[in-house]
């Protein structure tokens, strides 16, 4: 028997493993995408092009009406929705599938980063077809390649990874289902918001304002990078955040280190002091009590994260890496906290540097937070040892008085906005149907991981909505989001299509 | 008796300590100030309305031509050393003293630093009498002053305090002399740099070049601040000094710190540790070996330090400290050696801070050394230390195979230029003359410091002069020194033309 057929038999071995294997949506998906690939990327080029820097509103506007637009005509009944009059909307669409028991909510957003960065190969919003990094080299307008679309091709562009793949993906898998006269399995509902890049001001409000529209039965979280692997990953959710700003001060005026440095307190030094009082170079954290709220990692999330494919070799050559801190396993530290130095800065250096003692310095922290703590218990937890650190606490530049009667004083502000982790067991029914679905679709097991090493302000919507959460990436893991150059491997969108149809099609529990 | 009689007498009976007392030279001199100061004012606002920043050629010719030709009409041969066309002159001035046995050399610098520091209450090179500061008011024209001039009162301009003031002090005293019928008992140099504040590149050569002409016996350093207390002092050299900057190396491309941060070093972290593996907060020098080569502080020295008058707790209050580190007593820590951290950067902060994990971070630091000490040995040691402590060190930007074959990469750069101390011992015959001119001249104990907390390139100049040097400093400790708004005390010119005097009319050992 030819090699080929071999393997093709071993895929489809595991898919006959379905009912009606024959006839399998993602098989009809497939055939109709195949039919269809320059007109799909037309229509996302089309999409793309559309200005969407989320500060910029009328832009965001514009998305929002153009989209809406594309899901009417795809049956759905739209709806803007916003916090108040001026703040960007969320685009609602809702379609209800006769009969059907679930209800399923699919998050993603259409708003974008900024796109001031240097060195963009093509303008960020001239959607540009191009080969694969580091070549990325222009293949030429749709209409003039001659031949397939190369999968491993790129479409450069604001917002092709983050986060408009997933409603391009959304609104092909539709069509695809259409053309094959497939009927979902579930009510469909979308939720696009307006306003993800610049924090989600408004976000919590709209989804407050509108629980009963917003309800389902599982919510399909379609933002972030898929794994570095490649293969098909769900998550449960994402790690919380808070962060602070801090300075600790020295003299009140700069002073020559020859003369003053053995006897003036040093604020460069206090801040490297400090930020090795917090956490250590192998990036354990030495706050008193940190680790007591953290949720204990389960057997089932060990297993999942054990079954993860190994990236680790390779992405420690790609990244320049001569070593790596924590756990061997990149995802392994996902489930614990983290402390990252954002910044730290204390005296001139360069052209502008003195031998002097600098009056300040400064330094900028962030905490991962993993199910169980709290911005709030976090934020207790570090005062409470920065004060038997030695250090006073004050909210505002101290004053004269202030700085003479304290040894060590530490200007300690917290960032608004600090996120609590939002985690759905993967082992939660609503869950391992979309891990079911996706594996049918791809013919290999789905990647789960726990939790997402990044955050998300999405705690308090998962939180309001009290539904299951399953984050669904399609987006190439080396997609530049937020850098210049953003883009989508076409692969991805082709994968994202036929994922999306699957969930739309074969979804039950 | 009227109270300000006792006092005058109280003063005599210090002066008539010395012989010939009712004729003392410091006196003389004091009556031809009081009857000159709008001259000697004007005469100082001329030089430095002289723009002299050492960097601009042209500027500092036009000074060494100017005081050239103050020096040639009080008699001295006048010649500008240069080390080679095109470089910056020392304005070298010889006035022989028929009968003298001793030569004494006076160095001073007649260039300035740069004056680009916003904030300058006038124009740097407008010199603009002022009251003193806070309220830094102006006092009007010269010509316009009624009534005495305030000693407290301050000339604004860039030089005032570092270093025209003693070139004006000279100048004022040898006119003083003359017009007092008072002959000078030594034979005098005069030695004014050009170049001091750009490193003093060409001058090592200008002296060696040039050793037979500036030979003598005693060579008086003209260059720094007084002590805070205001009371004169003199010092037996400066401190050595040494300095590198240091980069380490994270991932080749900066991470998102969620899903990176607790798998990919940190350079922020590292460059924290590794300050903290060089010093603690308390001053203490961690680098292995490195206090072995300090010369140990003699009985002498300590007594001279502890007799030192005690300016701590005002200064801790001037300074807004809420505490102080290593010995109690400032001058205490000048024959240790300190490690200074000038700078550290690493991320950014404010508007462009972001949760990301940088690619890498850097530190600037120096060493100041006590005699004892070498550049060359301190280099080793610390780079011993740091091997140790594993770091890979290298000299350029690493590349990516050398970021991937060691762990902890350290790019470390030393600058060129560095210095080892220079130190007079203070009972030595010449200092110990210097002192007790000075103490006849202000009617008290001068300060006896056994070196200065700051470095100079001068070690290598005294190395080749194999003369004793004792430092005389005249301006006031605040006087803004290389930042804006330098100023020098008028009060402190005074002093300073008197000190002067002495020195060229009583100095006998």
């Not at 080969?131 to 999968?151: N, R």
Request: with cysteine.
């Amino acid at each position: 028997m030819h090699p080929k057929i071999l393997i093709l038999l071993s895929c489809c071995a595991m898919v006959t493993a379905l009912p009606a294997a024959a006839a399998s949506p993602q098989a009809e998906v497939r055939k109709w995408r195949q039919a269809n690939e320059r007109q799909i990327l037309q229509d996302f080029s089309t999409m793309l092009a559309m200005p969407n820097v989320a500060t910029t509103l009328p832009d965001v506007e514009t998305n929002a009406t153009a989209i809406s637009a594309l899901l009417a005509k795809r049956g759905f009944r739209t709806q803007l929705l916003r916090a108040a009059p001026g703040t960007p909307p969320s685009i609602y669409a809702e379609r209800l599938t006769p009969g059907a028991k679930r209800t399923v909510v699919f998050y993603a957003h259409y708003d974008g980063q900024p796109i001031n960065q240097k060195g963009w190969l093509s303008p960020p919003f001239t959607p540009t077809l191009r080969t694969a990094p580091p070549a990325s080299a222009p293949v030429g307008d749709l209409a003039s390649i001659k031949g397939p679309i190369d999968p491993d091709w790129r479409i450069y562009a604001r917002s092709a990874g983050d986060d408009k793949a997933p409603i391009q993906a959304m609104i092909s898998a539709l069509d695809a289902l259409k053309a094959s006269g497939i009927a979902p399995t579930v009510n469909i509902k979308l939720l696009y918001e307006g306003e993800e890049e610049q924090g989600s001001p408004n976000f919590p409000k709209i989804v407050a304002q509108n629980l009963a529209l917003l309800r389902g039965d599982l919510l399909i979280f379609g933002d972030g990078p898929m794994h570095q692997s490649g293969r098909q990953q769900i998550n449960g959710g994402n790690r919380g955040i808070t962060s602070f700003a801090a300075t600790v001060y020295g003299p009140n005026k700069p002073l020559h280190d020859g003369h003053y440095g053995s006897w003036a307190p040093s604020p460069a030094v206090m801040i490297a002091d400090f930020v090795m009082s917090l956490r250590d170079d192998a990036g354990h954290i030495k706050i008193s009590g940190f680790y007591d709220d953290v949720a204990p990692v389960t057997a089932a999330e060990k297993a999942a994260l054990a079954a993860m494919p190994p990236v680790e070799p390779e992405l420690k050559t790609a990244l320049g890496l001569g070593r790596t801190i924590g756990p061997p396993r990149l995802a392994d530290g996902y489930l614990s906290p983290t402390l990252n130095v954002r910044a730290i800065h204390a005296g001139d250096d360069g052209p502008n540097a003195a031998n002097a003692i600098a009056t300040e310095a400064s330094a900028s922290v962030d905490f991962r937070l993993t199910p169980g703590q709290t911005p709030a218990r976090v934020k207790a937890l570090t005062e409470a040892y920065l004060t038997r650190q030695g250090w006073f606490i004050v909210r505002d530049t101290p004053d004269a008085a202030t700085r003479l009667a304290h040894p060590k004083v530490l200007r300690l502000n917290w960032d608004d906005g600090g996120a609590v982790a939002t985690m759905t067991r993967l082992d939660t029914p609503a869950a391992v149907a979309v891990a079911g679905s996706i594996g049918r679709t791809t013919g290999e097991d789905v990647i789960k991981l726990p939790i997402m090493g990044g955050s998300s302000a999405f705690a308090e919507i998962v939180d309001q909505l009290k539904v299951p959460m399953v984050g669904v990436s399609i987006a190439n893991y080396d997609d530049n989001q937020h850098a210049r150059n953003e883009n989508l491997r076409i692969g991805n969108l082709w994968d994202g299509i036929e994922v999306y149809a699957g969930l739309l099609a074969d979804l039950t529990w």
